[in-house]
């Protein structure tokens, strides 16, 4: 069992830039289970959306086309914390953003389905 809870949203102009973060409640890279962690948003009315992903090592990254360029995923296995940098914010990219992770391996970090635990959700509210 791994619990998420993530921080960092909040309300920002467009242009402008946060920081989630995902503070997991055990260890995401071990010895004997590791995992993979991805990054998901969802507004009212929509299926969730991938974001961006990263393999248990880091090694691995993958973001979704529209995100590219502007966000990057990162993790501190020592910290069991994973991050979403985002910069050069757009109204578009309002949504509750929720972190996610399952078990290293697998099928692809890419689709909410493979993922066996989630957080509870930030709220990123970007203004134009």
């Known amino acids: 069992q791994v619990q998420l809870v993530e921080s960092g949203g909040g309300l920002v102009q467009a242009g402008g830039s946060l920081r989630l973060s995902c503070a997991a409640s055990?260890?995401?890279?071990?010895?004997?289970?590791?995992?993979?962690m991805g990054w998901f948003r969802q507004t009212p009315g929509k299926e969730r959306e991938f974001v961006a992903a990263?393999?248990?090592?880091?090694?691995?990254?993958s973001y979704n086309d529209s995100v590219k360029g502007r966000f990057t995923i990162s993790r501190d296995n020592a910290e069991n914390t994973v991050y979403l940098q985002m910069n050069n914010l757009k109204a578009e990219d309002t949504a509750v953003y929720y972190c996610?992770?399952?078990?290293?391996?697998?099928?692809?970090?890419?689709?909410?389905?493979?993922?066996?635990?989630w957080g509870q959700g930030t709220q990123v509210t970007v203004s134009s």
């Open positions: 055990r260890r995401i890279l071990g010895r004997y289970i590791s995992y993979d």
């Open positions: 996610a992770a399952k078990p290293a391996g697998g099928y692809s970090g890419n689709y909410a389905t493979y993922y066996n635990y």
């Open positions: 990263i393999t248990s090592s880091g090694s691995k990254t």
